[in-house]
């Protein structure tokens, strides 16, 4: 009896042990050190992509409280369907909240081949150690201050910490270089060939000519039509008459000739991919249309990730290219080997961290990186309202008077300086004429220091040759003066070229029914012109306003200026390129 006692006790005791330990061992189960030291399968690898394994919790430190918080924010349990209810009733579904409704339809698509194709985890219910994912697809987000349509967006299904891991993609399952080539051949994407060039190809390839039996077609399904995004390079004549007088007009349309010249170089002619390979590249689906079409996405969507092991490469990145802009985002989309901490798998993944916290329902946002208006227009199909790197080019064009510019304009001199200024320009790779960005509150100090050279004389120089100066810093009160009036005159010249005044702008804004008349790309353009006549007009008061601070207003202006208005002299050669096609140009664009 003693021992069977004895044994009856020590049973109970085991089952008081296993009551209690067996919570805490789950409970640890949950916890990022407990995976890291569970067994791994460290002498086979796998033969295909296994199923991403948590390591914390979404929207806290990975312990449990964090994790039944992230529930509770979420909706809680495995409700599925809920936000979006409340998504529906927040018109955020689309017409007739959701039923239907073809892209809410191609979401559900794009969602289930990520999960399938790519293991990625954005279930809206939770599992054990994974709350829910903290994004869902809105088909319909509306600018906030003016009302306009955005498209497609991603917002916070739960509440977001600063931090929190919102996605992760692999890279095989993007578009690139590299898979273009795949798609449609080496022999016939060359290795070397641009990126974009090469990327438009593949996009022609899956969306038109393969389809529905197309490995991407659920992603190709979520790409908007040309119409749908509205870059200005897409515009009809009329439409573009509106931004007459901005710089952007120019940029528009050497992007179009440009577009032109690289379809016709690449695809179209004899020796073009078309007529070489016509079952590849069938002449019924590779039209210029669809080439406008797959550039439009391109410079729209495409991410350039910077941290691969192969270096930089351009990518379109399936659910990453959802997010919108914002020009106050801290938040950039990069690659990164994947796997845990611990333990990598060779593989690469597209990874995206919140810049700050969330509220549920809020839109989650991205930089797309410091751009202005007339870059955002122009590429993405839009301008935005409050924007930090707003800037209007500004060209500075001075002619040095050499003997040959003054013998073919009357009433100039000839200027003992010009060679020698064309010889510095040289040696420092600059041009005679010059655009600019100019800022609401600033304008570059390169500009300063091209004009204090420009407009240097013997009296300046004294002898001394022109590179022994530092142009970073005022040469003489009279130089500075002649430096200053030049901006001046170059920001009043480049007002005078709009036919419409801010004021005759902001009354047509103002009528919000007649404003409503105006297509979207017209009330785009009405908007973007207001906004960089005001921002030229602050540019302007603030050069005054420091003419006047120096007290250089009465300085003798008779300097070695020859043209600062963008008026060509006889003899004077200009640069044929805007400051925004040099950006775009370091961009890589074909």
């Known amino acids: ?29 949950s916890l990022p050190t407990a995976l890291a030291f569970a067994p791994q399968p460290l002498l086979t690898k796998p033969t295909m992509r296994q199923p991403l394994q948590p390591l914390c919790m979404a929207g806290g430190d990975g312990g449990d409280p964090a994790w039944v918080k992230a529930l509770m924010d979420a909706g809680g349990g495995d409700e599925k369907g809920k936000f979006e209810e409340e998504m529906k009733m927040k018109g955020l579904l689309g017409p007739n909240k959701g039923k239907g409704n073809p892209k809410l339809n191609a979401n559900s698509r794009l969602i289930a081949w990520l999960e399938e194709e790519g293991q990625v985890y954005l279930s809206e219910s939770s599992t054990w150690g994974e709350a829910p994912h903290p994004m869902a697809i809105s088909t319909e987000t509306v600018d906030e201050i003016t009302n306009e349509s955005s498209g497609r967006g991603l917002l916070a299904r739960r509440s977001v910490n600063d931090g929190d891991e919102l996605f992760k993609i692999p890279y095989d399952l993007c578009i690139t270089r590299k898979s273009a080539r795949k798609a449609l051949g080496k022999d016939a994407l060359l290795e070397g060939i641009n990126e974009y060039l090469a990327m438009a190809c593949q996009l022609i390839h899956e969306k038109y000519v393969l389809g529905e039996e197309s490995f991407f077609a659920p992603y190709i ?106 020009a106050f985002s801290q938040a950039f989309i990069d690659a990164r080997e994947s796997g845990d901490w611990l333990f990598k798998d060779g593989e690469e993944e597209i990874i995206l961290y919140a810049d700050r916290g969330y509220r549920q329902m809020e839109q989650i946002y991205i930089s797309y990186g410091q751009k202005s208006n007339a870059e955002l227009l122009l590429l993405y199909g839009f301008a935005l309202e409050r924007n930090p790197y707003n800037s209007v080019d500004v060209t500075v064009s001075i002619s040095p008077r050499t003997a040959a510019v003054a013998a073919a304009n009357d009433g100039i001199d000839e200027d003992p300086l010009a060679q020698e200024k064309l010889d510095f320009l040289l040696s420092v790779g600059r041009d005679l004429s010059v655009d600019f960005p100019c800022y609401a509150d600033r304008y570059p100090v390169e500009m300063l220091e091209y004009l204090r050279l420009m407009m240097m004389t013997s009296e300046d ?25 030049s901006v001046v005159e170059a920001v009043k010249y480049q007002l005078s070229l709009f036919p419409q005044t801010e004021e005759d702008d902001a009354m047509i804004i103002k009528d919000k029914g007649m404003f409503r008349l105006f297509s979207f790309n017209q009330r785009m353009a009405v908007r973007h012109r207001r906004n960089e006549k005001r921002l030229l007009k602050r540019t302007l008061a603030a050069l005054e306003k420091q003419i006047r601070n120096k007290g250089l207003e009465g300085e ?34 074909p």
């Open 461 to 485: 120089t004294r002898g001394k040759p022109l590179e022994e100066f530092d142009y970073s810093r005022t040469i003489s009160p009279a130089n500075e003066a002649a430096v200053l009036n």
């Open 556 to 589: 003798e202006l008779d300097r070695a200026e020859g043209s600062t208005l963008g008026r060509v002299l006889a003899g004077e050669t200009r640069k044929q390129r805007t400051a925004l096609e040099d950006k775009l140009e370091k961009m890589g664009l």
């Open 221 to 326: 399904g979520v790409l908007p039509e040309v119409s749908e995004v509205n870059p200005t390079f897409t515009w009809p004549d009329e439409d573009l008459a509106f931004l007459e007088g901005s710089p952007v007009v120019a940029a528009t349309q050497s992007l179009q000739m440009k577009l032109t010249r690289e379809y016709n170089d690449l695809l179209g002619g004899e020796d073009g991919l078309i007529a070489k390979f016509p079952d590849r590249f069938p002449a019924e689906h590779f039209t210029n249309d669809n080439w406008v079409w797959a550039f439009t996405m391109l410079f729209s969507r495409a991410i350039r990730l910077r941290n691969l092991r192969v270096g930089e490469r351009l990518a379109m990145v399936p659910y990453a290219d959802l997010i919108n802009h914002s």
């Open 1 to 29: 009896p003693q021992k069977m006692m004895k044994k009856t006790s020590t049973m109970e005791k085991r089952a008081k042990t296993k009551a209690v330990m067996l919570p805490l061992l789950l409970q640890m189960a």
